[in-house]
């Protein structure tokens, strides 16, 4: 299904019945990433996977910023009437979804982050020599978006005031010490690290994610 809103047209799937959960995919990807742990998760909740502007089926853009892809996601929920949803993102997913839960306060009813970063000095020097270098191929803004942005402060950290649950891989290419500085500054945040896991291989393709969201979001 398509919609627009914020001036974009985005692309996205629904499934299941029941309490709303929100899905948002990491850069360079899209809702499909989701969909081992969708199968697990529409049994309880009616989940919604978006495709982010200029990602997967969604409308191509120019310049990418997380604010705007925030702003996106707030336009959304509003647009469909989805009332107090659970919102999980990953990666970049994550990175809107902190801004969207400061931005926006009363918003959601509990925030999910996996592997979000809080500027581009979270991630591990090898991975980010990595993105600089491919963003000398890639033409779209993906990787350039990582280069400048995103700049989540304490201020804003300590302005999210729904239950909030983080989580990173042991392996994760974000810094250990950013994830845990997430959850510090987030009151009562609950901290999950996945041992053994980098940065996507227990979300994408995996119900492992779904499993531990079932653990902490009620019925």
């Not at 948002?24 to 899209?30: D, E, F, G, K």
């Not at 801004?99 to 925030?111: K, N, R, T, V, W």
């Not at 290419?173 to 996945?194: D, M, N, P, Y």
Request: one cysteine or more; a negative charge; hydrophobic letters at 40%.
């Amino acid at each position: 299904m398509f919609i627009t809103v914020n001036g974009v047209k985005l692309y996205y799937e629904k499934h299941g019945s029941g309490r709303p959960l929100i899905m948002v995919h990491c850069n360079s990807m899209s809702h499909k990433i989701f969909r081992r742990a969708v199968g697990v998760l529409e049994k309880r909740f009616t989940v919604y996977c978006p495709d982010s502007r200029d990602h997967g089926r969604s409308e191509k853009v120019g310049t990418l910023h997380y604010e705007d892809m925030a702003e996106d996601m707030f336009r959304f929920i509003e647009a469909l009437g989805i009332e107090k949803p659970v919102f999980y993102g990953f990666s970049d997913g994550g990175i809107i979804g902190l801004i969207l839960a400061y931005e926006h306060p009363d918003l959601l009813s509990a925030l999910i982050v996996s592997g979000a970063s809080l500027n581009p000095g979270s991630t591990k020097d090898l991975p980010m020599k990595f993105f600089k270098f491919w963003s000398h191929f890639d033409r779209s803004d993906k990787m350039k978006i990582m280069m400048r942005e995103p700049d989540i402060t304490d201020e804003m950290l300590e302005g999210i005031t729904v239950p909030a649950f983080v989580t990173a891989g042991e392996k994760d290419v974000i810094k250990l010490s950013h994830t845990q500085h997430i959850a510090e500054k987030i009151s009562g945040a609950q901290l999950r690290i996945f041992e053994k896991e980098g940065h996507s291989g227990y979300i994408m393709n995996s119900t492992k994610i779904a499993d531990y969201i079932l653990s902490v979001i009620p019925e």
